[in-house]
């Protein structure tokens, strides 16, 4: 097999800039070591799939920088302070740590059952109000951040030249110096206007939760905290900052304005969005009645891994349409891939045919071009599935040796570091004893043209979930 660094030398890995609004080249800032900073969970419930869609979407991303031989070091914060998680907080009575413990726990719960890959940092943004107080004291030492008059510190966006660089919004279409403020961490697209990076404390909103400051008591505005993060951990200027496409505007916006205007420095050199999901080409909603977490599609029976399938087979600058047909056709799809890997795992033929090597060069070729094109995850899987085709083909006509299958083999492997949808166990949890007995019972009956006998053996074998196949080297049984 040719190794990987090989690959990754001569193809180049092509990016979507949502700040340029075209694909560029992924040149680290640091040799071979890319710094990557994704938008995580706001944990004040569990993440839905549209969250999990743009989680799935960072794990390919990383996993394929990765595939090219490029280290990665990646933080994913945790929002647990926001409006909404100090509202749930006051609402169940309970601490702000209390009450987003669990749905922490549940996070990182789901994030395996996805089987996405754990990164370097999961900073909570409560544990960073140091470095978030500091920023603040920078910016007003800068002029860029007041004291408003209702106690809370404020951006002025008039004073940051660069403002809409992202979401390619210009001010002077909006309002003049925006001279409106808003306190809310979240709010409308025609919104332009001062965001809040401290908020004073209001006994009425925050109950008994604030900390204590030199701008006086409440905390920190949402826009802030991840600022704070990705510097800290990472750095003032980072190779690649990723969210959803909603958190283009304000969130990611504001964090530029507030990291240029500290550091000097280009904070990010390449920003990645990826679209809504919808159900049923509706926009999820809990009045539709089509709002899903992961845990209710577990509920219904399907596994982690098909969801997983079914969220990454998508284009991520594409709106994916979720639908439970669409759930079902991932389990077909995976479960050709699986009966492939089993079929390789059983090829003994001693003989090679040299056939089956040129294909398999082709394919590596081929998922990694598709890879390096912004990620055409379409093209990288039809690249599998086609050679999966064709070394079926010649498996059929006995042209796979055992050395052939075992590169094949090591080939999906190598597939898998990118995908993370397939399992290598070969299954050896055989068919029971009385079944093997029927099977053989029924070539005898069949060879004397006992038909009445024949058909209610195979009654017998496939009522307990198995079927017969025939193959070159005679009848077998293969669990349904």
Not at 6 to 23: D, I, Q, V, Y
Not at 174 to 203: C, H, I, M
Not at 290 to 310: A, E, H, P, W
Not at 334 to 360: H, K, M, T, Y
Request: net charge negative; charged share 25%; with cysteine.
């Amino acid at each position: 097999m040719t190794h990987h660094n090989s690959t990754s030398k001569s193809t180049p890995l092509f990016l979507f800039n949502t700040e340029s609004r075209r694909k560029e080249e992924l040149i680290p800032l640091e040799k071979n070591h890319v710094r990557m900073y994704t938008c995580g969970p706001t944990v004040y419930n569990y993440a839905h799939i549209g969250n999990f869609r743009t989680y799935v979407f960072e794990d390919l991303l990383r996993r394929t920088i990765k595939f090219m031989g490029i280290r990665v070091t990646q933080a994913m914060n945790l929002t647990d302070v926001d409006d909404k998680t100090i509202k749930g907080a006051i609402t169940n009575n309970v601490t702000l740590n209390e009450f987003t413990e669990p749905y922490k726990k549940a996070f990182f719960d789901d994030l395996k059952v996805l089987n996405i890959e754990p990164v370097e940092f999961y900073p909570a943004a409560t544990d960073y109000f140091k470095e978030m107080i500091e920023l603040i004291h920078q910016l007003i030492e800068k002029q860029v951040a007041y004291k408003g008059g209702d106690g809370s510190i404020y951006y002025a966006i008039n004073k940051f030249p660069r403002y809409g660089c992202l979401s390619h919004l210009h001010l002077d279409e909006l309002q003049a110096g925006a001279s409106t403020r808003v306190a809310t961490d979240e709010y409308e697209k025609d919104n332009v206007s001062d965001f809040v990076l401290w908020k004073a404390y209001d006994p009425e909103r925050d109950g008994k939760i604030f900390w204590e400051s030199p701008f006086g008591p409440g905390r920190p505005g949402w826009h802030l905290e991840c600022s704070a993060m990705a510097m800290k951990l990472l750095g003032p200027t980072i190779d690649i900052h990723v969210g959803g496409v909603d958190n283009m505007f304000p969130h990611h916006e504001n964090e530029i304005a507030q990291s240029e205007a500290c550091t000097g420095k280009q904070f990010v050199k390449l920003w990645m969005h990826s679209e809504h999901l919808v159900v049923d080409n509706k926009k999820m909603s809990k009045s539709l009645g089509n709002f899903y977490t992961l845990r209710d599609l577990l509920n219904k029976g399907f596994s982690g891994i098909q969801v997983r399938y079914m969220l990454l087979q998508t284009h991520y600058k594409t709106q994916l349409n979720f639908t439970f047909g669409g759930l079902d056709a991932v389990k077909g799809s995976l479960q050709r891939l699986q009966d492939f890997i089993q079929r390789l795992f059983e090829i003994s033929n001693p003989v090679s045919s040299g056939l089956v090597q040129p294909a398999l060069e082709k394919t590596l070729n081929a998922f990694t071009q598709s890879l390096c094109d912004d990620l055409n995850i379409s093209a990288a899987l039809a690249a599998i599935f086609d050679l999966v085709r064709e070394i079926n083909g010649l498996a059929d006509g006995g042209k796979v040796g055992k050395l052939e299958a075992e590169n094949t083999l090591a080939l999906f492997k190598r597939f898998n570091e990118v995908l993370g949808i397939l399992s290598f166990e070969p299954q050896i949890e055989g068919v029971p004893k009385d079944l093997e007995e029927a099977l053989a019972k029924r070539i005898e009956a069949r060879q004397q043209k006992n038909w009445a006998l024949s058909d209610s053996l195979r009654n017998l074998i496939t009522s307990r979930g198995y079927v017969i196949e025939d193959t070159p080297d005679g009848a077998r049984l293969k669990k349904t």
